[in-house]
């Protein structure tokens, strides 16, 4: 089953200001991330996946941000 970015962090118990500090990025780069304005790229996706304890394939990205 495919999960949002939103609903993985909540899962992990985590508020967005966590990520993104281990993320090394801001915290409105995030919001867009979960929002679908924005997408991460190869390298944050596996930090992603590393931080919410996932695979790739568990996480939902809408088709137009896929693609990018």
């Known amino acids: ?3 949002s970015l939103k609903a993985l962090r909540v899962n992990a118990n985590m508020n967005q ?10 915290t409105n780069t995030l919001i867009s991330w979960e929002n679908n304005h924005t997408a991460p790229n190869a390298l ?3 930090k992603l996946c590393s931080i919410y ?3 790739l394939d568990d996480i939902f990205l809408p088709d137009k941000l896929a693609k990018s």
């Open 1 to 3: 089953m495919k999960v």
């Open 17 to 26: 200001k966590e990520v993104a500090k281990m993320m090394k990025i801001s």
């Open 53 to 55: 304890k996932c695979s």
């Open 44 to 46: 944050q996706m596996a």
